[in-house]
Nanobody
Framework: QVQLVESGGGLVQAGGSLRLSCAAS????????MGWYRQAPGKQRELVAH???????GYADSVKGRFTISSGSAKNTVHLQMNSLKPEDTAVYYC?????????WGQGTQVTVSS
């Protein structure tokens, strides 16, 4: 059974930084794509950033220049470095992975940015 486990969420003041990590278990193949979504209360889940197995990245306009996604040294791991955090970045952040049309989700980690 494939599992994605996130870590690194927490409470930070505006302007601060956090680093999220996601590691997969229960799979021997490399994911085609891994990324991060977030969902704030009362809002739809939205894509924050993603990275392909080839290293191409994509970001939501709202986080460009502040967030950086990277693959970890271990297979099927991904990190999200979040700098210059704003209160509007407050949300539950979910790790996401794609493999041949199948989609997997982590349980989510809370990020709270105080003003």
């Amino acid at each position: 059974q494939v599992q994605l486990v996130e870590s690194g969420g927490g409470l930070v003041q505006a302007g601060g930084s956090l680093r999220l990590s996601c590691a997969a278990s229960g799979i021997i193949f490399r994911f085609n794509d891994m990324g991060w979504y977030r969902q704030a209360p009362g809002k739809q889940r939205e894509l924050v950033a993603h990275i392909t197995s080839g290293g191409s990245t994509g970001y939501a306009d709202s986080v460009k220049g502040r967030f950086t996604i990277s693959s970890g040294s271990a297979k099927n791991t991904v990190h999200l470095q979040m700098n210059s955090l704003k209160p509007e970045d407050t949300a539950v952040y979910y790790c996401n992975a794609l493999l041949r049309g199948d989609q997997y989700w982590g349980q989510g980690t809370q990020v709270t940015v105080s003003s």
